[in-house]
């Protein structure tokens, strides 16, 4: 390691129990580095309970930028009996095991390649506080103190957080601040500080911003005008609808009256909030859900009709580890194939990839223009790893002249000039036909949806070329839909490597960062990032330009290679894939590994 | 198929309040089986929103799959319609609800469509007091998929292909009043005189209104062990094994003052007691309602008329305080907060 | 036409309204066909009501044993006022249309090139009967009649169908006979008979049977041995389970006891249908249910369970045109892709294809067997056309010798033995694990099924190492459930043409005649059908032993071709696809039209 | 995480009939929150089978997910255990007693579990008569998600986050009876003295036996306006806004004469008021079980014991005949019809 290499550059793990406060004390400690101007990019890795049980917090430092997971620890912060032997385990070589040494470590722990240093955090806990609960409690905070020393993190960074974090509640700040002294007056006191491996202030931060996709999901609903959210609870998508409420909360009160500009209606389960989004689209609200794989299982009946009655609908799908209740704490992107081909018969849905908590806001907005542009389903793939940890990411922006693009309705002026009304009359030839809300004209515009066959005026048919001619227009609309998706975002485009990279989602970390890898060893690569399914013309001709194709992505299956093939007809033999499902987010190291190993 | 509406119109045809005649809330040619109940509850329909003077395209009309939930095509042509999927009427017609509450909700299902694949939604829609019009046309079968038996079939009674039903029958009033439901009502299809006033109830109560109406299935509800309908045909058709020939048949009607029970006479020649409230019944106790319901069904009565309602209620909207303004009628100005919340929402995540 | 052509050649279309006992009069007629020895197939096309609408019913007749779908009305019987003017429309010139001539023909329904055939049957009727019911039934009859002269239907065959037909209510018999008999008259004394178009009596039909898929498919699951049916009605599944009752109640009731050797249950919907299912089999009771594309919908969250917890499960899909509620009465083929991928996460699933009666009992039976050996769910997919109409098929045979494949279950004795039982330790390097039943042993053998990921000792676990080593061991088994599955069926081996046509289930007729079609053309076809996914070597080798591959289905987007391109890796530019989706069984003319289009 | 069974077993343990001591009914360490109702409710079954002496490998449980439904893997671990998918449980049992009805089946559910999503399969499960156990681990709200309510949860109370429930708590154990249930109970967690025997009953009744039991979620159900919980630790967890902090509880546990009321003090300083039925209650009426019910729910409170059981009642498998012999015993002699007849058979489609 170079002295440089210990700079800003290093990973920190926290390994505690769930239920003893500590995920804050960590978010704590991610929170410092990056007010320090430092890139730090927290993943919180918690067990599918709620009190009890091993939970990990790593934070990953770069100077460099790098956003994606990194392996192997610099500094483990243990303080969980349970898991130690095993966190012991994972630290790199020459790295640095800090323990709570109210008890002495057994013999078995004690490995020669690392550094140990004890803090008596239980003990101190037990001399300062009285409280066991603030016992537990502020045993985090210490330890955060202890790393302010070892790792100099600026003191009143820390300070103007918890004041920050208490305002209006000013007495918990002394002794938050307090817990911190404790800590770093500790390791004054018995360890050489700070270490090799240190923080410095730095400026690369700019004007970004440090917020979860869930949250970035659910202001981007409010900014793109929805007014009703239906839902289900289920990790790691319960987070999108709360956000939103706590915004719409906000925002959309109308002070004189003080009633909703919003409707939330925590359903009986998934069928229903997805009924109770299309029933509201249906009737000209904009509205939306938000579940995970097991919810959008449920909701396959539900999005055929959609699809078929073509009624505007978006669906959040924050992924997690399947297949049926699988890891449900941990990340995976595997319900692209489900997504896609969602419900029996020929479906085809539109689906929306973000990367980045800016593009949760930005996407969430435009998929609800876009759902009803189109009329039809839109499902944005988002995953635990974006959805619930905390991401650095550009500041979000919003241009005061947009307008909603509220699609092809006929208002009542509208039905007036015209003779008959066609639902499905296909008038601009793309596909995408008229329709009217409810309630419109009293004599015009009223039309029968429903999930059976019909003709171009809503009649119900059974007739065989009236299905034909229906089921060819939506291929149309599919079509349409190709021009008006989020493009894809290209890289390197000048100097063409004959390999060509193609990512998605949260990939987008660890691919950059495995390119900078290949690039430093004169492997020049191509990429593309897929932002929408269906793949619009750029997609199709970096495909074809490149003579190899490596797609990565986050599941067993290898989904999104399939849907490149069925839906480009490209040659599978170029197409090459680099997978990780292990339900932790994939590295930068295992890009390269598995590339090398090609 | 039977027509609901005859074909011609005289132009001096009777106008409501709003200037239109009946035919305005007509609908498409019935495709049900000639005789089948629905066909007289659509025309209550018709006709109670005619009394009325409603604006039809104020109305909205939902219902799930079935041959009933096919009837919102058969009444009110200038209000939208949506036919779902099965059983899943009532989220339909919540996120419909949520997004204009200015409009009127007909919710219309079978009883296969309510108390079987359906009952969640139903529990919950009765919970979150929606306000709409929820119609069960109830046949105690499954009459789309070809008469068998559903969760309402009486116990002991026989499906079309001779199998007993072994099960406890739901009885959707009851349970409804257990659910705290605040306006509950049952009636027979062939009552007009009793089905279009509780109609016009259900439409003004403003919150979830259910009328539960025994509805005969002409066609699969045939009781093979009455003697009338074990004729020449009927053996014929059993011995064809298919499900193909269906007579024709004319609708029940049932006429019978309140506080009088009346026996009515099914198709296939079994018979059904029908017990109307009193007038002076007392429809605000939710306590009695439920004995009664409860002692009808130890008597071997279907009570009919208003059972319960709670008329001050308190529905979705006002629970979860929604605007006045619909909100499919929101537009950016009020629903997007700006780019100045936007900088200053960056602000607290840096 | 030549004179040959027109014996035993030929498509007679009865159009009639549903409700008016016209079915079962319609198939005394292809079934007279076929007791004549000579090849019939006939289709009903009956609407998503109960009565009054038009309904239509086709029988081909064909000498060379197709049994596929041929368009063109040779003979039109004519009883539907609501449809006369197409039905007109859809006589092949110099054909015939039988008509009730109570009334007179409307000018506009008169055409040059084809011939009239007017009979009184309502006036008829009128006159024999005198209850309303009587006539409307035995209008149907007569018209029966009137072909049995017209086209030499023997009269003896009629009169033995009714006798049979009415065993037990002879009273009935007579009327029938006389029913005919006034037809028959009636065309003798005024018309030219037997007409150029008739029948011949041959002897092609040997051994056959006329029987309709989904009754095989119910007689499979008794001779298979399920004894656990769970299902939800659904039209056009809906037989299946009430041939397996019917079938039940004849040959599994204890005769000692009078109680039933099986159960039956109509659930509240089908999640509760499959749910059952999956409870009966992990209790070591073979179950099954049927369900069409609505169904298969909802069970997606349960049949991820099965896959993930490794449950033996038979879903049979008798596919109806999708998507949502679609055409409910009408055929296709486009649940492919759900049923291969359903569910979120990483799932697949082994389907099968049946395209005869025939192989609606073997697969049925041997799917119980398969679905218990793999532990994971088998689909089934059927369609409309196979289920519901009567096909010719060979017929059924059953070997005593026979024993149930029960999988790996391991008993007390095997328990005995043992020191400790993984429930998901890989034993025997195939990817399928040993399991018990419920109640086995006091002591040893008991595990917990789940959903969530597990260790190889069934016990809970968030691991990494563990989820990708189950990950792994489950698409091992996926390789070894190519061994198992139903092989496919090749044609015209030796002679290898560079053209391979790949096709399944129901297109199996017009396939086979298309390909006769293009021989006479001298165009010689290579063939393969499917019969299973996944997909086995030799259909490897097919595909990469053929230049262009045709895939023909009955659905839009072409699903079987993606899956085979999917799985096997295959270049997309060689597979072409011939395709019909408008709901009606695809024709060989199609095929050959298509296929000289390509 | 709690652990429900002490690390060292003295070897003279106390046996039971069939010789096991109680540390055979054991399950797993638990991994629910120290303190958690549903902990007790699971030493309530190890303690009633250890009692009753039952072969734990006769015994099947099952549930759906939640942390009540994860309690099957602490108890009974001699038992094959299934933990299916969310409110599937019923369907799931159904299954498994249809394929062996010679096992005792424990279906264990929460109130999300079964009152949300699982409302439709547990109205049929009970009304089928499916013969198990079920138990209802009810906190009001969904745990396992981080507290949200559920629809059990009590009109006006608030959850974790602050919101207040607007909607009627579903009663399940009056759903139940009104849909027919034939055995119907309530109780406290705590209250081992009740609950105990009432799961023996409901072991012993040949049909489908319901116990909600009230199981309070330490973490989770808190109401913010009781002082006690106000605290400092309180504030600080707001403030940080992660639900990450759950200071350890004791089991609150209840213990009181039948024919007297308790108020029960909960771990946030809020209360409940159980009010367990007499010792002359008579279970065997459901009008006056549904009225006391009704009339309880009116008091402010919680009726407790056995509620209504209908001793001689037909289960499942009596009212579809399934053979004595478990169904998944059978093999190919009894089950398939073989050549010959198939021969006969195929003569019939001739
Ligand atoms: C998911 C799903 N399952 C099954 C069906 C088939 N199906 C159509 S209607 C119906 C039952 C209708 O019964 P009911 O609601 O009582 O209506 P009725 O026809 O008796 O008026 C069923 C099972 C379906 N359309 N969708
Ligand atoms: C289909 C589906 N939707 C949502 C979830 C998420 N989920 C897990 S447990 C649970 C609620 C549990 O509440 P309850 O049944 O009351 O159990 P408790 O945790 O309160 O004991 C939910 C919504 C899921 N696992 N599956
Ligand atoms: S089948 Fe029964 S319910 Fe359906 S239309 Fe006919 S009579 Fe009515
Ligand atoms: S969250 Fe509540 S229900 Fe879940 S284990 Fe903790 S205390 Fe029990
Ligand atoms: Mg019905
Ligand atoms: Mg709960």
Not at chain 1, 87 to 96: A, E, L, N, R
Not at chain 1, 192 to 215: C, H, M, V
Not at chain 1, 420 to 433: A, E, H, P, Q, S
Not at chain 2, 236 to 265: C, M, R
């Amino acid at each position: 390691m170079s002295v440089n290499n210990l700079i800003n550059n290093f990973v920190v793990r926290f390994a505690n129990v769930n239920g003893t406060g500590s995920a804050s004390a960590n978010y704590l400690f991610a929170k410092a580095v990056f007010r320090m101007g430092i890139f730090a990019t927290p993943k919180n890795i918690f067990p599918s309970n709620i009190q009890g049980l091993p939970t990990w917090y790593d934070v990953r430092v770069s100077e460099k930028g790098y956003l994606g997971r990194r392996e192997g620890v610099d500094m483990m912060v243990s303080v969980n009996p349970q898991s130690m032997a095993n966190d012991i385990k994972s630290v790199k070589t020459g790295g640095y095991f800090l323990y709570d040494s109210t008890k002495d470590l057994p013999e078995a722990y004690i490995r020669e390649d690392i550094n140990y240093i004890g803090v008596p955090l239980m003990e101190m806990c037990i001399r300062e506080y009285s409280d066991p609960r603030q016992r537990q409690l502020f045993k985090n905070i210490i330890y955060i103190g202890a790393l302010a020393a070892l790792m100099n993190i600026e003191f009143d960074v820390l300070e103007q957080l918890f004041k920050e974090q208490f305002a209006g509640k000013e007495k918990l700040i002394a002794p938050n601040v307090k817990a911190v002294q404790l800590g770093m007056d500790y390791i004054k006191a018995n360890y050489a500080y700070p270490l090799p491996i240190r923080l410095e202030r730095r400026n690369l931060i700019g004007d970004k911003i440090l917020i979860d996709g869930n949250s970035a999901c659910g202001l981007g609903a409010v900014y793109g005008g929805a007014t009703v959210a239906a839902w289900y609870p289920i990790t790691p998508s319960t987070s999108v609808v709360e956000a939103y409420a706590e915004y719409a909360k906000k925002y959309r009160v109308d002070p004189k009256t003080g009633k909703n500009n919003f409707a939330i209606v925590q359903a009986e389960d998934e069928l229903a909030a997805i009924g109770m989004v299309i029933g509201a689209n249906w009737n000209g609200a904009r509205s939306f859900t938000a579940t995970s794989g097991p919810g959008v299982s449920l909701m396959n009946e539900f999005l055929g009709l959609a699809y078929f009655a073509e009624i505007p609908t978006l669906l959040i799908d924050v992924q997690r580890s399947g297949p049926s209740t699988g890891m449900p704490t941990r990340t995976q992107q595997s319900d692209i194939t489900l997504a896609a081909y969602a419900s029996h018969g020929d479906t085809k849905h539109v689906l929306v990839f973000p990367s980045t908590p800016k593009e949760c806001f930005d996407l969430t907005a435009d998929s609800l223009d876009l759902a009803e542009h189109l009329q039809t389903p839109i499902i944005m793939l988002t995953d635990l790893d974006l959805g619930m940890n905390d991401h650095i990411s550009d500041p979000f922006v919003w241009d005061d002249n947009r307008k909603y693009n509220r699609g092809k309705v006929l208002h009542a002026e509208d039905l007036e000039k015209m003779s008959r009304f066609g639902r499905y009359l296909d008038v601009d030839k793309d596909g995408v036909t008229y329709r009217t809300y409810p309630g419109t004209h009293p004599t015009k515009g009223s039309f029968f949806t429903r999930g059976t066959s019909r003709d171009e005026y809503a009649v119900y048919t059974e007739d065989s070329g009236a299905y034909v001619q229906n089921m060819e227009r939506l291929q149309l609309k599919w079509n349409t839909a190709k021009k008006l998706v989020p493009a894809p975002i290209l890289y390197q485009e000048k100097n063409k490597s004959k390999i060509g990279f193609v990512f998605f989602g949260t990939t987008l970390f660890a691919a950059e960062e495995s390119m900078d890898m290949l690039a430093e060893n004169n492997i020049a690569i191509d990429a593309i990032r897929l932002r929408a399914f269906p793949f619009n013309h750029q997609v199709e001709e970096f495909i074809s330009s490149h003579e190899t194709i490596v797609v990565i992505e986050q599941n067993r299956d290898a989904q999104m290679r399939s849907l490149l093939i069925n839906e480009l007809n490209c040659n599978p033999s170029k197409i090459k894939s680099i997978l990780n499902y292990d339900g932790m987010p994939i590295t930068a190291d295992m890009i390269v590994h598995q590339f090398n190993n090609l | 198929m039977t027509y609901i509406k005859p074909k011609f119109r005289h132009p001096a045809l009777p106008k409501n309040d709003l200037g239109y005649t009946k035919t305005v809330y007509e609908g498409s040619l019935s495709t049900l089986c000639a005789g089948c109940g629905h066909d007289s509850i659509s025309a209550a329909i018709v006709q109670s929103c005619y009394e009325l003077a409603l604006e039809p395209h104020r109305i909205a009309k939902l219902s799930g799959i079935g041959c009933s939930s096919k009837t919102p095509a058969y009444f009110l042509s200038q209000s939208h319609g949506f036919n779902s999927v099965h059983g899943r009427m009532p989220s339909v017609a919540t996120g419909a609800s949520l997004a204009n509450k200015d409009l009127i909700y007909f919710g219309v299902s079978g009883d296969g469509d309510t108390a079987s694949i359906g009952m969640g939604q139903f529990v919950h829609v009765v919970r979150r007091n929606l306000n709409m019009v929820y119609i069960v046309m109830n046949n105690g079968c499954y009459g789309l998929t070809k008469g068998q038996d559903s969760a309402t079939a009486d116990e002991g009674s026989k499906s079309k292909a001779g199998s007993v039903n072994l099960f406890h029958a739901i009885d959707l009033p009851s349970l409804a009043l257990e659910l705290g439901a605040t306006f509950v009502a049952q009636s027979f299809s062939g009552d007009k005189a009793q089905l279009i006033p509780l109609i016009k109830a259900a439409i003004n109560h403003p919150g979830f209104a259910l009328i539960n109406v025994i509805s005969p299935c002409v066609t699969f509800n045939n009781n093979p062990g009455s003697t009338k309908a074990y004729d020449y045909v009927r053996e014929h058709i059993e011995a064809t094994a298919t499900v193909d020939f269906i007579p024709l048949q004319e609708e029940i009607s049932a006429d019978y003052a309140a506080g009088s029970s009346k026996n009515i006479e099914m198709h296939d020649g079994s018979s059904l007691v029908l017990n109307k409230l009193a007038t002076n019944w007392n429809p605000q106790d939710r306590m009695s309602a439920m004995n009664a319901m409860q002692q009808a069904k130890l008597d071997g009565e279907i009570l009919t008329g208003l059972i319960y309602i709670e008329p001050e209620t308190t529905d979705l909207h006002s629970l979860i305080q929604t605007s006045d303004t619909p909100l499919n009628t929101l537009d950016e100005s009020l629903l997007c907060p700006g780019a100045a919340a936007l900088e200053a929402l960056n602000e607290e995540f840096r």
